[in-house]
Protein backbone atom coordinates (compact mmCIF):
# COMPACT_ATOMS: atom_id res chain seq x y z
CA UNK A 1 0.00 0.00 0.00
CA UNK A 2 1.17 3.44 -1.13
CA UNK A 3 2.57 5.48 2.40
CA UNK A 4 2.62 9.18 2.16
CA UNK A 5 5.11 11.35 5.15
CA UNK A 6 5.27 14.88 5.10
CA UNK A 7 8.11 16.72 7.06
CA UNK A 8 9.08 20.24 7.09
CA UNK A 9 6.30 22.52 8.06
CA UNK A 10 6.58 25.02 10.92
CA UNK A 11 6.34 28.76 11.84
CA UNK A 12 7.45 31.38 9.26
CA UNK A 13 6.89 35.09 9.14
CA UNK A 14 4.92 36.83 6.33
CA UNK A 15 7.23 37.08 3.31
CA UNK A 16 9.47 34.14 3.86
CA UNK A 17 10.45 30.41 2.77
CA UNK A 18 9.66 26.98 3.80
CA UNK A 19 10.30 24.02 2.01
CA UNK A 20 8.25 20.51 2.20
CA UNK A 21 8.62 17.03 1.41
CA UNK A 22 6.53 14.43 1.08
CA UNK A 23 8.49 10.50 1.01
CA UNK A 24 6.57 8.02 -0.76
CA UNK A 25 6.70 4.56 -0.52
CA UNK A 26 4.95 1.57 -1.84
CA UNK A 27 4.42 2.36 -5.34
CA UNK A 28 4.58 -0.60 -7.82
CA UNK A 29 4.94 1.04 -10.71
CA UNK A 30 5.98 4.14 -12.21
CA UNK A 31 2.57 5.31 -13.34
CA UNK A 32 1.98 7.90 -10.55
CA UNK A 33 0.67 11.24 -9.60
CA UNK A 34 1.50 13.38 -6.10
CA UNK A 35 -0.04 16.40 -5.01
CA UNK A 36 0.21 18.92 -1.95
CA UNK A 37 -3.45 20.10 -0.91
CA UNK A 38 -3.61 22.12 2.35
CA UNK A 39 -6.95 23.06 4.69
CA UNK A 40 -6.64 26.02 6.60
CA UNK A 41 -8.81 27.29 9.92
CA UNK A 42 -12.40 26.76 9.11
CA UNK A 43 -11.84 26.26 5.35
CA UNK A 44 -12.33 23.08 3.13
CA UNK A 45 -9.15 21.48 1.85
CA UNK A 46 -7.73 22.61 -1.53
CA UNK A 47 -5.19 21.99 -3.81
CA UNK A 48 -2.42 23.64 -4.25
CA UNK A 49 0.12 21.86 -6.79
CA UNK A 50 0.72 18.37 -8.43
CA UNK A 51 3.13 16.53 -10.48
CA UNK A 52 3.08 13.72 -12.15
CA UNK A 53 5.83 10.62 -12.42
CA UNK A 54 6.19 10.03 -15.84
CA UNK A 55 6.01 13.59 -17.90
CA UNK A 56 7.03 15.24 -15.24
CA UNK A 57 4.23 17.76 -15.80
CA UNK A 58 3.11 20.27 -12.83
CA UNK A 59 0.16 22.31 -12.02
CA UNK A 60 -0.76 24.96 -9.46
CA UNK A 61 -3.87 26.57 -7.60
CA UNK A 62 -4.04 30.26 -9.13
CA UNK A 63 -3.59 31.64 -5.19
CA UNK A 64 0.58 29.95 -5.37
CA UNK A 65 1.18 30.13 -8.61
CA UNK A 66 4.47 32.22 -8.88
CA UNK A 67 5.33 31.79 -5.33
CA UNK A 68 5.18 27.83 -4.67
CA UNK A 69 7.29 24.93 -7.01
CA UNK A 70 6.50 21.56 -6.64
CA UNK A 71 9.82 19.27 -7.60
CA UNK A 72 10.63 15.93 -7.40
CA UNK A 73 13.18 13.15 -6.98
CA UNK A 74 12.39 10.14 -8.42
CA UNK A 75 14.81 7.93 -7.91
CA UNK A 76 13.72 9.05 -3.67
CA UNK A 77 10.40 8.84 -4.43
CA UNK A 78 10.04 12.57 -2.82
CA UNK A 79 8.29 15.60 -3.74
CA UNK A 80 9.38 19.31 -2.52
CA UNK A 81 6.79 21.88 -2.36
CA UNK A 82 9.19 25.11 -2.35
CA UNK A 83 7.21 27.94 -0.56
CA UNK A 84 8.50 31.89 -1.11
CA UNK A 85 6.69 34.65 -0.22
CA UNK A 86 4.76 33.20 2.14
CA UNK A 87 1.57 34.74 3.65
CA UNK A 88 -0.41 34.58 6.56
CA UNK A 89 -3.40 32.88 4.18
CA UNK A 90 -0.91 30.31 3.82
CA UNK A 91 -0.98 28.70 7.09
CA UNK A 92 -2.74 25.59 7.17
CA UNK A 93 -2.17 22.19 7.79
CA UNK A 94 -0.25 20.86 4.29
CA UNK A 95 -1.35 17.08 2.47
CA UNK A 96 0.76 15.18 0.42
CA UNK A 97 -1.32 12.77 -1.59
CA UNK A 98 -1.31 10.17 -4.48
CA UNK A 99 -3.06 8.56 -7.14
CA UNK A 100 -1.17 5.64 -8.92
CA UNK A 101 -2.35 3.40 -12.10
CA UNK A 102 -4.76 4.34 -15.12
CA UNK A 103 -2.31 6.47 -16.65
CA UNK A 104 -1.81 9.12 -13.19
CA UNK A 105 1.83 9.37 -14.39
CA UNK A 106 1.00 11.51 -17.41
CA UNK A 107 -0.54 14.94 -16.17
CA UNK A 108 -1.99 15.97 -13.06
CA UNK A 109 -4.96 17.52 -11.93
CA UNK A 110 -4.19 19.81 -9.00
CA UNK A 111 -7.57 19.93 -7.45
CA UNK A 112 -8.55 16.01 -7.89
CA UNK A 113 -8.60 13.93 -4.50
CA UNK A 114 -6.58 11.32 -5.00
CA UNK A 115 -6.71 7.97 -3.22
CA UNK A 116 -3.96 8.00 -0.71
CA UNK A 117 -2.71 10.37 1.84
CA UNK A 118 -0.13 11.42 4.17
CA UNK A 119 -1.27 12.59 7.77
CA UNK A 120 -0.20 16.29 7.09
CA UNK A 121 2.15 19.32 8.81
CA UNK A 122 1.10 22.32 9.91
CA UNK A 123 2.81 25.64 8.47
CA UNK A 124 1.88 28.59 10.23
CA UNK A 125 2.88 32.39 8.87
CA UNK A 126 2.67 34.69 11.08
CA UNK A 127 2.03 38.88 10.15
Known amino acids: EVQLAESGGGLVQAGGSLTLSCAAS????????INWFRQGPGKEREGVACISSGDNSRNYADSVKGRFTISSDNTKRTVYLQMNNLRPEDTAVYYCAAEEGSGAGYGCYVHLFPEYWGKGTLVTVSS
Open 26 to 33: GFTSDDYA
